[in-house]
């Protein structure tokens, strides 16, 4: 609703988001980029606790290469198969847990090559740090990149992120890229 005194609209939630000073640790158009996906997984995707990240939560908490994003998906984004197995011998469902997952934007003309992902993959633990409410919640994430590895069936989380890359026309498609090599799923 506008206000009385104006006569001009309240701005919309995506103008809001595009805050007008970026902050100045890296280059406006990587943190617009990293407000775009974030928009799209808050409002497409339903995540929740949404943060960019702009220095490495590991010591000694350098700058990291470009800004991520962290956040809570609904519902669990990978599970391993070794981890799979397990749960559907006990009969448990993957999503009781919520993970947290780091996340990459990038654009689709973007060329990438194993040195950037590993400059990635150097300033992110295997999982990404909670906010202090969900900490206290219990909701998984360290940020040490230890990994869980709790509980029946839980296996030590390798690194991972989640790449989105946006196209020219606003779509947005994920992908998960791990650090390590990881063992196929059977069918």
Avoid: C
């Amino acid at each position: 609703m506008a206000s009385p005194t104006s006569n001009a609209p309240d701005p919309s939630a995506l103008s809001l988001l595009l805050k007008p000073n970026p902050p100045l640790e890296h280059p406006a158009y990587l943190y617009r980029l990293a407000q775009q996906i974030l928009h799209n997984l808050q409002h497409a995707h339903y995540w929740t606790s949404l943060r960019i990240h702009s220095v490495s939560p590991l010591p000694p908490h350098a700058l990291l290469p470009r800004p991520l994003i962290t956040g809570l998906p609904p519902q669990r984004v990978y599970v391993h198969p070794d981890e799979q197995a397990s749960l559907l011998k006990s009969g448990r469902d993957a999503n009781e847990i919520q993970e947290w997952e780091w996340v990459l934007p990038t654009h689709l003309k973007e060329k990438w090559s194993l040195r950037r992902f590993a400059e990635v993959f150097d300033g992110i633990g295997a999982v990404p740090p909670p906010e202090e409410e969900e900490a206290q919640r219990g909701v998984v994430g360290d940020g040490d990149g230890a990994g869980e590895g709790k509980g029946e069936g839980r296996r030590k989380r390798l690194k991972r992120v989640l790449l989105a890359t946006l196209s020219d026309d606003s779509t947005v498609v994920y992908y998960i890229v791990h650090d390590e090599i990881v063992k196929p799923r059977q069918n």
